[in-house]
């Protein structure tokens, strides 16, 4: 089962074992449980030198290269304008 907020559940079916696991949604900067437009603005912003948080910097590094800059930023929004 998938509850959207970043974590899994299974149940297994023969002993009722329940087991919880925590993804991470690349892009998801609030960890909010989904990529969205706010996500885009809080890294702009972020990039600019304002005070806000990246609440999952990791999210936020979209191309994986240990650095967070404008590429991050342009991976974001193609994913975003691609889900629509
Ligand atoms: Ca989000
Ligand atoms: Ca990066």
Known sequence: ???????????????????????????????????????????LRWLHGNKVTLTDPIAADMDQNGRIDIFDLGLLRRALLGKK
Do not use: Q
């Not at 559940?9 to 949604?25: H, L, P, S």
């Open 1 to 43: 089962m998938d509850d959207g907020i970043g974590t899994r559940t299974r149940t297994c079916k023969d002993c009722g074992f329940v087991e919880t696991d925590v993804y991470r949604i690349m892009g998801d900067v609030d960890c909010n449980g989904s990529v969205e437009v706010t996500d885009i603005i809080r890294l």
